[in-house]
């Protein structure tokens, strides 16, 4: 079906040059090319069955106003009818941007979440593959001090385990929330739109549940994990892994905890109070407040003596990273606490 | 060629009345469209019955509402390949029909509380 669309233009062709003289084939010739590229213009950015169809539609629609217009003025179709036909289309551009973008799932906000955690899980299994093809020997390495025998191997494994776990989970969680959805009536497309809406609207409910419970499951891995963290000690030729923090990161946690907790009681006062600039100018003091927690951890930084230069320096190039990305997160939420304020909403909220 | 004043004033009227004229009438024909698919239509029909209830458009427009409003589920299609040039035929779904209930609704109110304002528009001058 896909081609149907070029059939039918060398059909046509092929009818309407039939018996013609040459002067009368170039004209037909023009008339068709002019179509073409009407359509071609109109039908720019779309593939496959969707570009077929709406291209078909296009020129049945051309051809029929053209013989309309033809029959009317007592005359055949001709160049000048078919460019008159083609005016009161209007634009092809404008045409073209007027037709809904068709997204797959994977293309919205939540699917884009499921494939970046699987490009991690992918990632890691390259990184394992490609060790244990250069270097078995580097996954065979365990951790000093870690009390377990947990070599580099084991680690990834738990990895790609964990972000399979959690690929299942936010999976789950998107179809139970599809599903019921579903039950509202309402399409395919608007269903999407409706959840992605919510999901970027930090008034609504499913945003306050998100961020709640990724601020537990961030309490729960940096408690639980963050003594066995390990890093690679040096980049030199005989790597060992060391502990990425010490005794000395305790304070921090407390910090971060604490941050975390905040965070999860801002989150849900978006739900309980009325005045939505309230939370969101709270929001703006805990986003600043860990851009200076993280400031202070690059000044502060390492932690574990034992590792060297290298390492030291590529993480506190990260965390320059991080306190960027916190301070653009910052300015980015007053300007929202400042819309919440004199308008009452953002773009993304629905509160009026 | 001299432009006056006057007349970048008028032309700046025009572009902002044509502007809005196309937002609404965008929105209208929607609805338009759906009230005339309760009957199996293909494009170029619609346009023609379109255009004999007063409602002109820029032919192409028409298309991609359709498709959007087919994406939407609110009407359904089928391509009919017999006959000289193959044709795309819309009709109204029922959900589509809930819709147009719940617009027309809308209209009605829109257009009450315009008149309303326009009255007290009117008795204010």
């Known amino acids: ?352 | 060629m001299h432009h006056t004043l006057y007349d970048y004033a008028s032309d700046t009227m025009d572009d902002i009345f044509e502007r809005f004229e196309t937002e609404v009438k965008r929105g209208v024909m929607q609805v338009a469209v759906m009230c005339l698919l309760e009957k199996e239509r293909y494009g170029y029909d619609i346009i023609k019955s379109l255009k004999d209830a007063g409602l002109g458009v820029e032919e192409g427009t028409l298309y991609p509402i359709l498709r959007r409003l087919e994406d939407e589920s609110i009407l359904s299609s089928r391509w009919v390949t017999e006959g000289p040039r193959p044709r795309k035929y819309y009709t109204i779904t029922d959900y589509g029909r809930e819709i147009r209930g719940k617009l027309l609704e809308s209209m009605r109110s829109i257009e009450l509380a315009m008149g309303n304002l326009e009255n007290d528009m009117n008795g204010v001058n």
Request: proline share 4%.
């Open chain 1, 1 to 352: 079906m896909t081609d149907d669309y070029n059939k039918d233009y060398i059909d046509d062709i092929a009818k309407s040059l039939g018996g013609k003289q040459p002067g009368d084939m170039a004209e037909e010739l023009k008339k068709q090319l002019l179509i073409k590229e009407y359509v071609d213009a109109a039908t720019e950015g779309m593939s496959g069955q969707q570009k077929n169809d709406v291209a078909r539609e296009l020129r049945t629609h051309i051809l029929d106003s053209a013989d309309a217009l033809a029959a009317e003025r007592k005359v055949p179709v001709s160049e000048q009818i078919v460019k008159e036909v083609l005016a009161k289309m209007g634009p092809a551009k404008k045409i073209a941007a007027m037709y809904p973008a068709k997204k797959a799932i994977l293309e919205h906000g939540m699917g884009k979440a499921l494939l970046s955690l699987a490009g991690i899980a992918a990632a890691f299994l390259a990184v394992g593959a490609i060790l244990w093809l250069v270097s078995p020997d580097t996954l065979k390495m365990t951790l000093p001090g870690s009390g377990s025998a947990q070599d580099v191997l084991q680690i990834i494994l738990s990895v790609v385990f964990a972000l399979a776990v959690a690929i299942v989970a936010i999976a789950g969680i998107f179809l139970c929330m599809y599903l019921y959805n579903t039950t509202l009536k309402t399409p395919y497309e608007a269903r999407l739109k409706a959840f992605e809406r919510s999901l970027n609207d930090k008034t609504s409910l499913i945003n306050v549940t998100a961020k709640v419970v990724a601020n537990i499951i961030w309490l729960a891995v940096l408690n639980i994990f963050w003594t066995k963290a390990p890093f690679i000690q040096s980049f030199g030729n005989n790597p060992a892994l060391v502990p990425l923090l010490s005794d000395k990161f305790a304070p921090f946690v407390l910090y971060f905890n604490a941050i975390a907790i905040i965070n999860i009681l801002v989150a849900l006062s978006y739900l309980l109070i009325r005045q939505k600039w309230i939370p969101s100018l709270l929001e703006t003091i805990v986003n600043l407040a860990v851009s200076l927690l993280f400031i202070w951890l690059l000044i502060v930084f390492p932690f574990n003596a034992a590792l060297s230069m290298g390492p030291t320096t590529l993480i506190k190039f990260v965390l320059a990273v991080v306190i960027f990305g916190c301070l653009i997160s910052t300015a980015k939420q007053l300007w929202d606490t400042i819309k919440f304020a004199l308008y009452g909403r953002t773009e993304n909220s629905d509160t009026v």
